[in-house]
């Protein structure tokens, strides 16, 4: 399913995030990574004495890149090797 496809836009960021998941474009444990980051800034767009450390900070860049990479990226290129590799001339696969 191309991510395109999708019009996850137009709903809140929870209910887009569950739809990713319901969709198959991601995984239980992107959900919950997604999830997570949404709280974390909900808390800090809506409380002006929120306070993050420095390990906080580059744990949500972190998740957020991973989440990027994997939907964006690493499936895509996950699914081309499978098409590689399954044409190939290779009999025995087990």
């Known amino acids: 399913m191309k991510l395109q496809n999708l019009k996850v836009k137009t709903l809140t960021l929870a ?3 569950r739809r990713l998941k319901d969709e198959g474009v991601i995984n239980e444990q992107l959900f ?3 999830n997570q980051l949404r709280l974390v800034g909900n808390e800090a767009a809506h409380n002006i004495n929120s306070e993050f450390s420095g390990i906080d900070a ?3 860049l972190d998740f957020t ?3 990027l990479d ?3 990226s690493f499936k895509d290129k ?3 090797f499978k098409e590689r590799v399954n ?3 290779i ?3 087990s």
């Open 58 to 60: 580059k744990d949500i």
């Open 91 to 93: 009999t025995d696969r």
């Open 87 to 89: 044409k190939s001339p």
């Open 32 to 34: 919950e990574w997604a």
């Open 70 to 72: 994997f939907t964006y």
């Open 65 to 67: 890149i991973a989440i």
């Open 15 to 17: 209910k887009s995030i």
């Open 78 to 80: 996950f699914d081309k």
